[in-house]
């Protein structure tokens, strides 16, 4: 696969696509997270300066633990961070390869392309595996 076609194809595309679920992720994650403090005010209000029915304050509770649950469950911040890493180290390849930067400083064209696609595809398949092998709650 020609140089540019690479980069073209695969690189952008997968820095694409993991920096577009790391901001789903992070979105998630902060949503929740601010639910789950307006929740736990909510129930430290309801339980300490109203008279409200205990089915309500219940209610707020078990909301709270479901939110608490799904972060847990879906591990919203630790795939943020991970596809934001994955996204981040895909451009700074790319840019040290497109600027002969670093490891491509002084190689020959079809060298450093041939080692931008052995990096590159290293840290998708390093992504891939820790997906894999992630224990399932």
Not at 66 to 89: C, D, K, M, P, V
Not at 98 to 113: D, F, I, R, T, V
Request: with cysteine; glycine share 8%.
């Amino acid at each position: 696969m020609p140089r540019n076609k690479y980069i073209d194809e695969r690189l952008d595309d997968q820095a694409q696509w993991y920096d577009a679920k790391a901001t789903i992720n992070k979105r998630w994650w902060y949503g929740l997270r601010i639910l789950s403090f307006i929740s736990a005010a909510c129930l430290i209000r309801s339980g300490f300066f109203t008279a409200l029915d205990k089915n309500i304050i219940g209610l707020i509770g078990v909301f709270l633990v479901g939110i608490e649950g799904a972060q847990g469950l879906f591990r919203f911040h630790e795939n943020w961070l991970r596809y934001r890493g994955t996204s981040e180290a895909l451009k700074h390849e790319k840019y040290s390869f497109l600027h002969s930067a670093g490891e491509y400083g002084g190689m020959k064209k079809k060298e450093a392309a041939s080692r931008l696609a052995s990096r590159c595809e290293a840290l998708i398949s390093v992504e891939n595996s820790e997906w894999i092998s992630a224990p399932k709650k």
